[in-house]
């Protein structure tokens, strides 16, 4: 297996790539980037969210609550976007649950679905361990999952994603990846239960950036914390007790960036879109992004 990874990581430099800005070399002393994902959390309900956590990295960090979806402002499409660089008119994934594209993709790549930042960090080092972890099945799709060393689905149950922590963390110590993913079906499942902003949603943001500060924690005993960049957003907002519109509600987000060479207390003011968080990984490792990417770094994140 480890010889047919290597093999396509060789094939997937053959196609056209292009600066992420810092090829080869990457943002100094980072050696790891964890991007932890949560389903549905809108900007405009988190002045009245309870997350010490994830407030506290805003203020050590860099941030925007105007991180911007793709249109619909549903989930695959989304989640498809921030993986693979560019919006649903390229890589055909255009609606809330789309597992395959609803229409061709422009480019398919040596994994036989559109380059993912999966299969950019594979080219770029063919050595590189990386794992994801997902509560939703469906994000196995948006991922070039043979380009992962881990690649596993965790369905959200009544341990109310304690399960998917415990392995994520577990999967941290045990593999030490260079990027790791974990993408939490929540908060979204009290939105459309009971409504973006309702007490049960905040309350399930809570539970989440304990969460997050579980993973943090983990870092330290790891003795990796000190050269790890930690990215926190989510796929789309939501009013009511839905989402796939065109207000700011449904397609603003928070975008957190924090760790090892990004900016302290930083409130980023430049444009983002949901495709800008593939360029900005690549970017932070120095690795060349495909050409067909339209997404870019997140420069003013960084020192």
Not at 94 to 101: F, I, L, Y
Not at 261 to 272: C, D, L, M, P, Q
Not at 281 to 292: H, M, N, Q, R, T
């Amino acid at each position: 297996m480890k010889r047919i990874l290597v093999l396509l990581a060789a094939a997937a430099l053959a196609l056209p790539m292009v600066s992420c800005d810092r090829p080869n070399g990457g943002v100094r002393g980072v050696k790891h980037v964890i991007l932890i994902g949560l389903d549905g959390m809108a900007a405009n309900t988190f002045a009245a969210a309870d997350m010490p956590t994830l407030r506290s990295m805003m203020e050590q960090g860099a941030w925007t609550l105007h991180s911007r979806s793709i249109l619909p402002s549903s989930s695959a499409c989304n989640w498809a976007s921030m993986f693979m660089g560019v919006g649903p008119e390229m890589h055909g994934y255009n609606t809330w649950g789309s597992s395959k594209p609803d229409f061709p993709s422009i480019e398919i790549g040596p994994y036989g679905i559109f380059p993912t930042i999966a299969g950019v960090l594979r080219a770029h080092d063919p050595e590189i361990r990386m794992s994801a972890m997902y509560e939703w099945a469906t994000i196995g799709s948006l991922i070039e999952g043979e380009a992962l060393d881990v690649s596993r689905n965790i369905p959200y149950d009544e341990s109310h994603s304690e399960a998917i922590t415990t392995e994520f963390i577990n999967c941290l110590d045990s593999l030490r990846p260079a990027f790791s993913m974990v993408i939490y079906d929540s908060p979204d499942h009290d939105g459309h239960g009971s409504g973006w902003g309702s007490p049960q949603y905040l309350t399930a943001l809570h539970l989440l950036d304990g969460y997050i500060a579980s993973i943090v924690e983990a870092t330290k005993r790891m003795g990796i914390y000190d050269d790890t960049v930690f990215i926190v957003t989510a796929d789309h907002g939501g009013t009511g007790t839905g989402h796939g519109g065109t207000s700011m509600d449904e397609m603003e987000t928070p975008l957190v960036l924090f760790g090892k060479g990004v900016k302290r207390g930083h409130e980023i003011t430049s444009a983002v879109m949901r495709y800008d968080t593939a360029p900005t990984i690549a970017y932070i490792f120095g690795a060349a992004c495909p050409d067909v990417w339209r997404g870019k770094p997140v420069r003013e994140a960084f020192e």
